[in-house]
């Protein structure tokens, strides 16, 4: 009965029990490899993303559509005793299940990693959590929260004291990608062995993971960073700086680049400045660079000076919108956008899968579904 038509992923059957972003963020980069994905959704309401607009499209959450494309949606009340059987036998069928529950509620219906593992020995169990399942099993793990309290505003913000989140859930995020990571190296096992196994992430681990030389500078030196704005704490010039007509971004690297910088600056005599001479320095006297930079990014427009610094090798940019962002994908050849039509020949533009693969590339062949749109062709494999 699988729906999957091809894809490196071709015949591995997901059962997708995850809401909100993580586990259906995770599971869709799934579907995207040819991974047959069923949604199971509550009655009623389904996702608790269907309802987070604006903005909408065709009726829909644009939120619920960024995360759920290549799915089928079937409708199960787990507290009802049939639609409890047929979530069991879907497990019984699958190869992954995703769950982002609170710790205990799939236990609730019989459908936990134990009772799992019984009906299915090679299942790749994959339970996505805020803090884990031990003490702080009982915790909330929305991703605001996470941000705060495991550390990453903390290291956000124009300076201190002025704590910000990143613009997206981006723990979410991270999180649902170390899902698909450990997924993926659970079904190489079990390909191997035909063992199943429990892969367990928590948002609070990804994030402390994914702050990489922040929290490595920690754990390794005790060192505490703190907020420092668009200022980096081991490189410099690393900043947002203020062009003629707005900011630009600067992202020096080495001392060849920053050489770079200087002539192409007609700053010269920054290059020969001795407090500049290394990395070290320069990220010592931060402050004064950063004056004597803008005094002379002071003359020609953020577009100007990316023009003229890039082809020198200096990482610049000016601060793009969405739009402008994606205009730029489109300007050196990539393919940001992925038009996915649906079965009445409607069609959706969605973000593209970034994955290239020359050989199995990401398919997009169904549009996010609708609540319950498969619930009859599920229900009647699953009776069956």
């Not at 690393?238 to 007509?245: G, L, M, P, S, T």
């Amino acid at each position: 009965m699988s729906a999957a038509t091809g894809g490196p992923l071709s015949g591995v059957l997901v059962a997708d029990f995850g809401r909100v972003l993580a586990a259906p963020y995770a599971t869709m980069l799934l579907a995207d490899l040819g991974a047959d994905v069923i949604k199971v959704e509550r009655p009623g309401t389904g996702d608790d993303t269907r309802a987070w607009g604006p903005p909408q499209v065709q009726g829909e959450a644009t939120y619920y559509l960024s995360v759920n494309r290549n799915k089928r949606s079937v409708v199960l009340d787990l507290r009802d005793e049939t639609d409890r059987r047929r979530a069991t036998e879907l497990v019984r069928r699958s190869d992954v299940l995703f769950e982002n529950f609170r710790s205990g509620t799939m236990e609730k219906y019989d459908l936990g990693y134990d009772r799992a593992r019984e009906l299915n020995p090679g299942l790749v169990y994959c339970s996505v959590t805020g803090f884990g399942a031990g003490a702080g099993a009982a915790l909330p793990g929305y991703d605001l929260l996470i941000q705060a309290v495991g550390g990453l505003m903390s290291v956000t913000g124009p300076s201190p004291g002025r704590p910000v989140k990143t613009g997206v859930a981006l723990v979410d995020v991270l999180t649902g990608l170390h899902a698909v990571t450990g997924a993926l190296a659970a079904l190489r096992h079990c390909d191997a062995t035909g063992e199943g196994q429990h892969v367990q992430v928590d948002l609070l681990s990804c994030l402390l993971s994914s702050m990489v030389n922040q929290a490595g500078g920690y754990t390794l030196a005790g060192s505490v960073p703190g907020i420092m704005g668009n200022r980096h704490p081991s490189i410099a010039p690393y900043d947002v700086f203020k062009a003629a007509d707005g900011p630009l971004v600067i992202a020096v690297g080495n001392d060849r680049q920053f050489a770079m910088l200087c002539q192409g600056a007609d700053a010269m005599d920054l290059a020969a400045d001795p407090r500049f001479a290394t990395n070290a320095g320069r990220v010592a006297h931060v402050d004064a660079l950063t004056a004597a930079l803008e005094a002379s990014l002071a003359k020609r427009s953020a577009a100007e000076w990316f023009e003229l610094l890039t082809p020198l090798g200096v990482p610049c940019g000016p601060v793009n919108d969405l739009a402008q962002a994606f205009g730029l994908a489109h300007t050196l050849g990539l393919s940001p956008r992925a038009t996915v039509t649906g079965p009445d020949g409607s069609a959706m533009d969605l973000v593209a899968n970034p994955i290239g693969l020359s050989g199995t590339p990401p398919r997009y062949e169904r549009c996010p579904p609708r609540l319950g749109e498969h619930s009859e062709d599920i229900n009647t494999w699953l009776d069956s």
